[in-house]
């Protein structure tokens, strides 16, 4: 087994999902995490998990929102902490007047966050003001010299030290060579496309949200890399018409979500990759695909950790590297 990976158990998360209810009886504003299979809020005044950008500041969340006349409607605030930026993205069943609007202008320049509103689908995400590009958040990835620009709902990796942990150590079981022709599935915004990119000849990167692959090639050219191909597509529903699902890599790297990804393993075994990382969020699924492509596709298992990804949660993030059987 690989050593286990840990980091900070405090303060660390970078991503969350903030519900908010207006409670008449009390008077107030609940702004915290809604109890296990409940609609209730725990009624918190800060959160020592999150980012202490913003986990010191849920009262000042909830005050905020119980001035707005529409306090009712407002059900959650998603939350995405960069490096250097935080941003704050309120979900809004009504519209926003003038006066409210000038109220969360006002508590964003109070605070330092970049205050993005949304009325309805992902699509109607928007900055609340005009504010330039560079407030958006964004990530680094030391000795990749990659830094990943994101939107308050793309998907990223809640703690950031982990994150680069696992990259380093993917990169490194991977062992690419500088002739190696690399597919990266389930890629979001490049997380490891770019870092992959700076030892590959080539990585095909493949996603099925097309904004995160519009934005992970910006990004990738943004950062000087210009070995990487980003295609748009549902690996739940493989296309073999596809002209990336045609050709051969010498290594494959996946991180699939929860579910898993069986239904790519007999397309993954068709393409004859030299070494195999699979990077996930779920051992059960992780197993049921590793014993796919052992038991039906001849790959071998040379080894398996974890990452304490979730501190003070049942959660933890795994990876495993194969390679071809004798």
Request: contains cysteine; proline residues 7%; aromatic residues 8%.
């Amino acid at each position: 087994w690989l050593a286990p990976i840990e980091g900070p158990q405090w303060g660390y998360r970078r991503k969350a999902r903030l519900g908010v209810r207006w409670v008449h009886k009390k008077g107030r504003a609940l702004v915290g995490f809604r109890e296990r299979n409940t609609h209730f809020i725990a009624d918190i005044d800060h959160c020592p998990v999150l980012d202490p950008r913003v986990g010191e500041k849920i009262n000042a969340l909830a005050e905020l929102i119980g001035s707005l006349k529409i306090r009712r409607a407002i059900p959650q605030i998603e939350v995405a902490c960069g490096d250097d930026h935080t941003a704050l993205a309120f979900r809004h069943l009504e519209p926003l007047c003038a006066e409210d609007i000038a109220k969360l202008d006002h508590f964003g320049n109070q605070h330092g966050f970049a205050l993005f509103v949304q009325s309805g689908g992902p699509d109607t995400l928007q900055p609340l003001t005009d504010q330039p590009r560079d407030c958006y958040p964004s990530y680094r990835l030391a000795g990749f010299d990659s830094n990943i620009t994101f939107s308050p709902l793309d998907f990223t990796q809640v703690n950031a030290v982990i994150n680069q942990k696992m990259v380093e150590k993917a990169i490194e079981l991977l062992d690419i060579q500088p002739g190696d022709r690399v597919l990266d599935l389930f890629a979001g915004l490049g997380n490891f496309t770019q870092p992959m990119a700076r030892y590959a000849k080539t990585v095909v990167s493949v996603e099925v949200d097309r904004a995160m692959v519009r934005r992970g090639e910006q990004s990738a050219r943004s950062n000087g890399i210009e070995n990487t191909e980003h295609h748009i597509g549902n690996l739940f529903e493989p296309d073999t018409s596809l002209p990336w699902m045609r050709q051969s890599y010498q290594r494959v790297l996946l991180d699939p979500p929860r579910a898993g990804a069986a239904e790519m393993m007999p397309h993954l075994a068709k393409m004859h990759p030299e070494r195999i990382v699979y990077v996930s969020c779920h051992p059960g699924s992780l197993a049921r695909d590793i014993g796919l492509l052992v038991h039906e596709h001849g790959y071998k298992l040379l080894n398996a950790g974890v990452l304490d990804m979730f501190p003070h949660t049942g959660h933890v993030e795994s990876i495993a590297v194969l390679e071809p059987g004798k």
